[in-house]
């Protein structure tokens, strides 16, 4: 069967997610699309020449019963209400990052899809489908390094614009890392500290960057993250662990060698789109893989959601203190139902 999918929100990200659903992955098919923007709702339209209905309300979208399933691509701050009005509307839900904005929001969207007696959200932490992550959390289930006792992080963009503030380096960036570092080791985090080193002169008066956040696991890991979203050369994610026996990393994938008179080069990609193009592939065929089986999604749930929001405020708590900030536990009976793979 086909999944039959509406999109809310036809910005940067919606745009390529309703690009690959059409010209790469299979079983599903966009079939209606909104966005607070109808300029932008149109512009992908014509863009991609889809034959999808333009809804003017995200309201009259989710009353459609000819769709299955959404996807979520508006900015963070407008998630939680367009989930909680999916899962009222019984459609499941694939959700960018992050879940929503607040812990009380994400905990309202958990309670709203418990209710519901089944799970019908995925969050779009795609480096859990990245091929290079997962094969570095194999290597650490292994155990053939021993434990991990430090990881290293390096997220930086290219530039962003005038509308990313200090505060968005935490709930638009980080919180990749928040989310996959936990997956990665199978730990939760316990405080935060956050330094502001001297700031480059390419972020404009709202912004400090660079940023470094130290985390503490609850085992005692120690993760230090490094967040330049103004580095100008490129988009450079880095993830290194190091363990008792041995220590791995990822690092820039290598796209060329050039060569030319006098100097050996790489290119660098420059975005988000291309280094997780397989990532993002993965996790939304997935998606559409299970729910076109009547399936529950099987990705990250809207638990992991929720943890990453709460781990992200104290992170955010710590910007403004310059303290270590305890991380508040998850409630422990969301703790079980989590899917980092540890087995807890
Ligand atoms: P964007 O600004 O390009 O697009 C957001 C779109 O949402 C805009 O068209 C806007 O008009 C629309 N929108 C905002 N509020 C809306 C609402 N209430 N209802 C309907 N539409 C609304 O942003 P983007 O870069 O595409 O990011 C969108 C989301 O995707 C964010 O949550 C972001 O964190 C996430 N994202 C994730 C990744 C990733 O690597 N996983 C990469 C980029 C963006
Ligand atoms: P964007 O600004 O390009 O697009 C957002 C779109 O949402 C805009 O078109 C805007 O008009 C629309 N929008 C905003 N509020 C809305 C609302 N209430 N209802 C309907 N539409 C609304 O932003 P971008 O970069 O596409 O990011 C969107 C989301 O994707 C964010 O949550 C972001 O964190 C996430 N994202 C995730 C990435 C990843 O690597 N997983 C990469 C880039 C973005
Ligand atoms: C963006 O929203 C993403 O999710 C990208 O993966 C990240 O690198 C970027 O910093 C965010 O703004």
Request: charged share 25%; with cysteine; net charge negative.
């Amino acid at each position: 069967v086909t999944v039959r999918i509406g999109v809310i929100g036809t910005g940067a990200i919606g745009t390529e997610h309703i690009r690959r659903v059409e010209q790469r992955l299979s079983g599903g098919k966009v079939v209606a699309v909104t966005d607070i923007s109808l300029d932008a709702a149109r512009r992908c339209i014509n863009a991609l020449q889809l034959d999808a209905r333009l809804y003017d309300s995200e309201d009259d979208l989710l009353q459609d019963p000819s769709i299955d399933a959404v996807i979520i691509a508006s900015s963070g701050p407008a998630h939680e209400g367009s989930v909680l009005k999916a899962i009222d509307a019984g459609k499941y839900v694939f959700v960018e990052k992050p879940l929503a904005t607040t812990v009380n929001g994400c905990l309202r969207i958990v309670q709203a899809e418990e209710r519901t007696g089944k799970r019908l959200i995925q969050v779009g932490f795609m480096r859990r489908y990245d091929p290079r992550y997962m094969a570095l959390k194999s290597e650490i289930k292994s155990g053939r390094y021993g434990a991990p006792l430090i990881v290293r992080c390096v997220h930086r963009n290219a530039h962003v614009d005038e509308r990313y503030t200090t505060e968005m380096a935490v709930l638009d960036t980080l919180i990749h890392e928040i989310d996959v570092i936990r997956w990665l080791i199978g730990d939760e985090y316990v405080s935060v500290q956050v330094l502001y080193p001297r700031g480059t002169r390419y972020a404009h008066a709202r912004l400090q960057d660079p940023q470094i956040f130290n985390l503490v696991t609850q085992s005692g890991v120690v993760i230090t993250a490094e967040v330049f979203v103004n580095c100008q050369y490129g988009y450079d994610i880095q993830c290194e662990v190091v363990c008792e026996d041995g220590v791995i990393s990822i690092t820039v994938p290598k796209l060329l060698d050039i060569f030319r008179t006098g100097f050996r080069a790489q290119p660098l990609m420059q975005d988000w789109k291309l280094r997780f193009a397989e990532a993002y592939d993965a996790e939304l065929q997935d998606f559409i893989d299970h729910v076109g089986r009547g399936d529950e999604p099987a990705g990250p749930s809207s638990v992991d959601g929720y943890i990453a929001t709460l781990v992200g405020e104290a992170c955010v708590l710590a910007q403004v203190s310059g303290e270590w900030v305890t991380i508040p536990r998850p409630e422990e009976d969301l703790i079980v139902k989590d899917s980092l793979g540890y087995g807890r």
